[in-house]
């Protein structure tokens, strides 16, 4: 079936450096997606959107790009902090598709004092 | 922001017993839950679709009658894993919606289900 990949498992930086986590994606059909990043023993928290009309949204230190045209999607993270260390996933879905989302396989961001 | 609780945090039991997972929107009502498994250093897996007052919509290759879901209101949705086997300790997530298109997800902070 369809699914959401990621392309890196493991992502290590140094604190301050910005981060590029990116994802791609194989439905053509999605419209929306999701970026979450995911503390050890917590559940997914919310990061940021882009719908399938934009190609770059910006949020506070963290961006989100879509190239529809490759499928792929990424998350910059400006100014990496240790606090950011955590796993990130992405997660596409359609808009009659309400709530259901696909994940990605997701990325291991550890940041180095 | 919206809040879910998810309760329990954390559940440990025999082999062979049932145990019952709550979500629950705190903040506002929730037409639609779902609940999602995920495995260590794995993705979350779609398990079921959660739709008050009916019934669940379960993904391909997921037990209806092992994993039974009860959305009986608009704040609640249980998810009980029946019947436990060590296979289905996981770390299990619930979220909730309003039902609006395309609307930011709220999730619970997740249940880890040990069997022994």
């Known amino acids: 079936g369809e699914s959401v990949g990621l392309h890196l498992p493991t992502l290590s930086v140094q604190e301050g450096d910005n981060s590029i986590i990116n994802c791609a994606y194989s439905?053509?059909?999605?419209?929306?997606f999701i970026w979450y990043k995911q503390e050890s023993g917590k559940g997914p928290q919310f990061i940021i959107d882009i719908r399938s009309n934009m190609d770059k949204r910006q949020g506070q230190r963290v961006t989100v790009l879509l190239n529809k045209t490759v499928k792929h999607l990424s998350l910059q993270i400006a100014a990496t902090q240790p606090g950011d260390s955590a796993v990130y996933f992405c997660a596409e879905t359609y808009s009659s598709n309400t709530g259901k989302l696909i994940f990605g396989q997701g990325t291991t961001l550890q940041v180095k004092p | 922001g919206a809040v879910v609780s998810q309760h329990p945090s954390w559940v440990i039991c025999k082999s062979g017993t049932s145990v019952k997972i709550e979500c629950r929107s705190l903040?506002?009502?929730?037409?639609?839950m779902f609940w999602y498994r995920q495995f260590p250093k794995q993705s979350l897996m779609l398990m079921a679709t959660s739709n008050e007052g009916s019934k669940a919509t379960y993904e391909q290759g997921v037990e209806k009658d092992k994993f039974l879901i009860n959305h009986a209101s608009l704040t609640l949705s249980t998810l009980t894993v029946t019947s436990a086997h060590p296979e289905d300790s996981s770390f299990y997530i619930c979220?909730?919606?309003?039902?609006?298109?395309?609307?930011?997800?709220?999730f619970g902070s997740g249940t880890q289900l040990s069997v022994l």
């Open positions: 439905n053509s059909a999605s419209d929306y």
């Open positions: 903040d506002f009502q929730a037409t639609t």
């Open positions: 979220s909730a919606s309003t039902g609006l298109t395309n609307e930011k997800l709220f």
